[in-house]
């Protein structure tokens, strides 16, 4: 079993900056790609950010060169650096993590989802 744990999020004003971070832990797992997707109230959860194993990137053309995502591999953790947060930034933040599963000689990928941190950007 996987759990995804994120913290960071908050109240913030606009303008401001914010760091969430999201730990995988559990028993021999491997994770392969990472992400962090955004649910606002009344509205369907989004893409904003993921990164593969490798380090590469991509993002949401609205988060574009506001937001950085980041990966330790040696802590299975994955950072969303956020600035210049906007009033239509706020949302529930979810990380998402792809477990490598394997058998037989078989490999595919399980999706597992963090149970998200509320980020608020308001005067």
């Known amino acids: 079993q996987v759990q995804l744990v994120e913290s960071g999020g908050g109240l913030v004003q606009p303008g401001g900056s914010l760091r969430l971070s999201c730990t995988a832990s559990?028993?021999?797992?491997?994770?392969?790609?990472m992400g962090w997707y955004r649910q606002a109230p009344g509205k369907q959860r989004d893409l904003v950010a993921t990164?593969?194993?490798?380090?590469?990137?991509d993002y949401a053309d609205s988060v574009k060169g506001r937001f950085t995502i980041s990966r330790d591999n040696t802590k299975n953790t994955v950072y969303l650096q956020m600035n210049s947060l906007k009033p239509e930034d706020t949302a529930v933040y979810y990380c998402?993590?792809?477990?490598?599963?394997?058998?037989?000689?078989?490999?595919?990928?399980?999706?597992?989802w963090g149970q998200g941190t509320l980020v608020t950007v308001s005067i």
């Open positions: 990164i593969t194993l490798g380090g590469a990137t």
């Open positions: 998402k993590a792809e477990r490598v599963m394997t058998n037989m000689g078989r490999t595919w990928y399980v999706d597992v």
């Open positions: 559990g028993s021999s797992f491997t994770i392969n790609a």
